[in-house]
């Protein structure tokens, strides 16, 4: 049974920093994509990180330069380095991954998710 734990998440100021950790298990094989979401109260749930089993990477416009996803295989788990925070970065955060054999990214579809993470940033 594939499970998705994340931690990290809290209040910073703007400007600050955080590190959000995901711990994943179960999954018989490693997922092709494992990915960052967000959702804030009002707003569509949206892509912030991606990174691929060829450790690629790809972000979201909103976070580019200023977020940095990663994994480390031999805990099985992800990250998301959240630097230069802003107010609007305030949101729940998720990490998912996609159904075994499938691609994920921007477009694609999620199956996994964790439990999420609240992230606020104040001005």
């Known amino acids: 049974q594939v499970q998705l734990v994340e931690s990290g998440g809290g209040s910073a100021q703007a400007g600050g920093s955080l590190r959000l950790t995901c711990a994943a298990s179960?999954?018989?094989?490693?997922?092709?994509?494992m990915a960052w979401f967000r959702q804030a109260p009002g707003k569509e749930r949206e892509g912030v990180g991606f990174i691929y089993s060829d450790g690629s990477t790809s972000y979201a416009a909103s976070v580019k330069g200023r977020f940095a996803i990663s994994k480390d295989n031999a805990k099985n788990t992800l990250y998301l380095q959240m630097n230069s925070l802003k107010p609007e970065d305030t949101a729940m955060y998720y990490c998912a991954t996609p159904p075994a054999e499938t691609p994920g990214g921007a477009g694609g579809a999620y199956k996994f998710w964790g439990q999420g993470t609240q992230v606020t940033v104040s001005s």
């Open positions: 179960g999954y018989t094989d490693s997922p092709y994509c």
